[in-house]
Structure formats: structure tokens, C-alpha cells
T-cell receptor
Framework: DGGITQSPKYLFRKEGQNVTLSCEQN?????MYWYRQDPGQGLRLIYY???????QKGDIAEGYSVSREKKESFPLTVTSAQKNPTAFYLC?????????????FGDGTRLSIL | AQSVAQPEDQVNVAEGNPLTVKCTYS??????LFWYVQYPNRGLQFLLK??????LVKGSYGFEAEFNKSQTSFHLKKPSALVSDSALYFC????????????FGSGTRLQVQP
């Protein structure tokens, strides 16, 4: 079945450690997105990519980095500079970034601090 | 700048009664509007969208939404609620121009009592 796969489902980070969250899609979508979800705050955009080898910062990009070397993959690295990384991270994709198409979401990665 | 307001943190309805989840938005120019639903520890699922045309939009699982340009609202409705509709609902907006990503509301928890 086509969809978005996020892994791992749960992740623990130690102080000073970088961790990478995986997001893979087989929908042949051009655009991909990373969101952070905190209780009561909805979804906040971290980074998005309109096409391979291109990406833009969202509203809360500090302490995060991404790459888009392949159309199917958009990994997110949470760096040690992100002081409050505990959250639910959601990856999404859409056919294009024209705005008139819905985004499809993965089932998320829950990141916690050890 | 674009923004979304979901004024109710929680909405409670009895099974079989009609439900409304409110959403107002702010965007430059014409909007693309979306409703998504989230079940616990899952990603968001697309319910419906307004792009252009009829102000009443029908979507998945019997949900519909009414676009009101003068009131900048896009309220989600269902004629008869089910216990299984209990979940977290998000409204999202994007303008035809400008920021090339969705802005989400903070979410409304719908609780349907048997």
C-alpha cells in the first residue's frame, strides 16, 4: 500500500546527542513536511521541501536540520542545540506544494529525553 | 501572515445529536481550507477541503464544512454524531499566494457520549 512510514515510533535522546528521525514515502509526492506537535499547540512547521535537493525553514527550525537527497526520503535530525526536543514529530507529504492538495501524514515519532 | 483559530478546546455532544467544530481563519487573498482528524498516537487523516466553488463541502465519514467568506469561517459539521467520531480535529489554512505551507489551528477535542 502507498503511504508514509516514520521510524522509529519511539526514540530517546541523551544530553548532547543528535538523533535522526526517518520519513519515507512511496506516494511519488514532490513535497514533504516536518511538524512538531506539543499538547494544546497544534502542529508547528519545522522544515518543508518542495522538491528534491531543496528545502526551506518553517516556523521553528532552530535546533533541527534536514536533507532531501531522494524524492522518497526526508530525514529530520534533532541536534543537541534543540534544548526542548520532547514532542511528537509528524512527517507529511503532498503531490505538490501548490496548496490545493491534502497532505498525507505518517504515524509519528515520539521523542523523549533520557 | 496566515492564522487559524479554533476557539473551543473541547466539544461535547451526545451520540445521535448534530455536532459543530468551529474554525476561523486569517489569510491574504483567497484561502485553501482543510479539516483533519487525529486519533491517539496516530498521524492526521484528511477529512475534507475547500478550494473554490460551492460553500458547502462534503467529506469523509459523513462530515461536511461550510465556507463563509464574510465571516472568515470554515466550521465542521455532522448531522448525527457517533461515539467513534471522538478524536482531535484540526483546521488548517493556506493562501493562494505567500507562504507555501499550511498553518494549523490548535485543535479541538470532540467527545461524543453514548
Amino acid at each position: 500500500d502507498g503511504g508514509i512510514t516514520q521510524s522509529p515510533k519511539y526514540l530517546f535522546r541523551k544530553e548532547g546527542q543528535n538523533v535522526t528521525l526517518s520519513c519515507e514515502q512511496n506516494l511519488n509526492h514532490d513535497a514533504m513536511y516536518w511538524y512538531r506537535q506539543d499538547p494544546g499547540q497544534g502542529l508547528r512547521l519545522i522544515y518543508y521541501s518542495q522538491i528534491v535537493n531543496d528545502f526551506q525553514k518553517g516556523d521553528i527550525a532552530e535546533g533541527y536540520s534536514v536533507s532531501r537527497e531522494k524524492k522518497e526520503s526526508f530525514p529530520l535530525t534533532v541536534t543537541s542545540a534543540q534544548k526542548n526536543p520532547t514532542a511528537f514529530y509528524l512527517c507529511a507529504s503532498s503531490i505538490n506544494d501548490l496548496g490545493n492538495q491534502p497532505q498525507h501524514f505518517g504515524d509519528g515519532t515520539r521523542l523523549s529525553i533520557l | 501572515a496566515q492564522s487559524v483559530a479554533q476557539p473551543e478546546d473541547q466539544v461535547n455532544v451526545a451520540e445521535g445529536n448534530p455536532l459543530t467544530v468551529k474554525c476561523t481563519y486569517s489569510v491574504s487573498g483567497n484561502p485553501y481550507l482543510f479539516w483533519y482528524v487525529q486519533y491517539p498516537n496516530r498521524g492526521l487523516q484528511f477529512l475534507l477541503k475547500y478550494i473554490t466553488g460551492d460553500n458547502l463541502v462534503k467529506g469523509s465519514y459523513g462530515f461536511e464544512a461550510e465556507f463563509n467568506k464574510s465571516q472568515t469561517s470554515f466550521h465542521l459539521k455532522k448531522p448525527s454524531a457517533l461515539v467513534s467520531d471522538s478524536a482531535l480535529y484540526f483546521c488548517a489554512v493556506r493562501g493562494y499566494t505567500g507562504r507555501r505551507a499550511l498553518t494549523f489551528g490548535s485543535g479541538t477535542r470532540l467527545q461524543v457520549q453514548p
